[in-house]
Nanobody, 126 residues
Framework: QVQLVESGGGLVQAGDSLRLSCVASGRAFSTYRMAWFRQAPGKEREFVATINRSGGTPYYAGSVKGRFTTSRDNAKNTVYLQMSALNAEDTAVYYC???????????????????WGQGTQVTVSS
């Protein structure tokens, strides 16, 4: 089973930028669709962004579109989430997730993804 490890979270000011990284174990990373989700206290886990196995056609939640960018480096088994213009509503634990083929289900649903990282905390102070 693939293991995912996120890093890059922290405490920032509103308007700042932050880049999260997620490193996957194993040799099959380039076959996985990857996604980012987040979960704020008392709320359900919500979709943030997803990217296909070749790094094309990313999709974003409306709340982050234009501010967040996801990318991947298959040579490094790593997916990134570049976040800019952060605000207090972005405060959450951020998780990366991997879909192991075949893809079945909605790209925006947590149940579509087979492996999850432990999460990294992002706190934005206003």
């Amino acid at each position: 089973q693939v293991q995912l490890v996120e890093s890059g979270g922290g405490l920032v000011q509103a308007g700042d930028s932050l880049r999260l990284s997620c490193v996957a174990s194993g040799r099959a990373f380039s076959t996985y669709r990857m996604a980012w989700f987040r979960q704020a206290p008392g709320k359900e886990r919500e979709f943030v962004a997803t990217i296909n196995r070749s790094g094309g056609t990313p999709y974003y939640a409306g709340s982050v579109k234009g501010r967040f960018t996801t990318s991947r480096d298959n040579a490094k088994n790593t997916v990134y989430l570049q976040m800019s213009a952060l605000n207090a509503e972005d405060t959450a634990v951020y998780y990366c997730a991997a879909n192991i083929p075949p893809l079945s289900g909605s790209l925006w649903s947590p149940s579509t993804y087979d492996a999850w990282g432990q999460g990294t905390q992002v706190t934005v102070s206003s």
